[in-house]
């Protein structure tokens, strides 16, 4: 598993690129969307609009270094080091862990740069020591899942192209379907329930009430949490079925 993950990021390092291009998108969103689109939200009540918008930056960062993640599959397929690798004395669980633990890896380093950014606009973690902590779980566990996702999604589909429009198709709605870039509690009808329904909207809540400082019922968030985790094994579950199949063939 940690040799598959080095030479990950090996290959992530020597194509900085790959990390600037998902990283620019959600830098854009929080530099110039929150810009602009903070004037219009003064009389929302909202002090600070970069700290309301950066948990949902947060969560669309780690879709795109996660997506990105999927790139490699298709990468190595062309060389022909992802049959090396399947014929290799390595369990296929050490195959997706350590793909999905780089991509996981990836999404810390983004946010990070994201935090230190928004540290510019006098954004900063009420919570305290605690209210990080708890961030770094739950962004785990959505880099956890976003990752090994998008590693059964690209063992799926054929091409990179193919996998590219797919993942974007996936990410545009859920993304903008949330709690992202507005506050919902107005909202009615059927926008409200399909925001409620979205497992991020809870995640991007519960982000943003610890960077306000904010007190979060324990009965709100362990139900987050264990969704979540219960969404990792499903997803690394079928990471790993998928990868089997791709064996067998």
């Not at 600037?20 to 929302?44: E, R």
């Not at 990468?75 to 369990?91: A, D, E, H």
């Not at 973690?125 to 899942?145: K, P, Q």
């Amino acid at each position: 598993m940690l040799n598959i993950l080095w030479r990950n990021l090996k290959w992530r390092f020597q194509n900085p690129i790959s990390i600037a291009v998902t990283m620019l998108q959600p830098l854009l969103w929080l530099v110039m969307y929150s810009a602009v689109a903070g004037q219009t939200m003064q009389n929302t009540g909202i002090s600070n609009y970069t700290a309301f918008i950066l948990p949902g930056v947060i969560v669309l960062v780690t879709f795109s270094a996660c997506c990105s993640g999927g790139i490699i599959n298709y990468i190595m397929k062309s060389r022909g080091s992802f049959y090396r690798v399947l014929i290799s004395p390595v369990s296929r669980s050490s195959i997706v862990l350590g793909q999905m633990l780089e991509a996981t890896l990836v999404s810390f380093i983004e946010v990070t740069v994201l935090c230190i950014v928004s540290l510019f606009f006098s954004v900063k973690v009420a919570s305290g020591i605690a209210g990080i902590a708890l961030m770094m779980l739950l962004i785990f566990l959505t880099a956890f899942f976003l990752s090994s996702l998008a590693y059964a999604i690209s063992l799926f589909l054929p091409n990179e192209v193919i996998y590219e429009t797919i993942m974007t198709a996936i990410i545009l709605p859920v993304f903008f379907l949330s709690s992202a870039l507005f506050p919902t509690e107005n909202l009615h009808g059927g926008l409200a329930i399909a925001i409620n329904l979205n497992p991020f909207t809870h995640v991007i809540n519960v982000l943003r009430s610890l960077i306000f400082g904010q007190m979060i019922s324990f009965i709100y968030l362990l139900p987050v949490i264990v969704l979540f985790t219960a969404m990792c094994c499903g997803s690394f579950a079928l990471a790993m079925w998928r990868l089997k199949k791709e064996t067998a063939q």
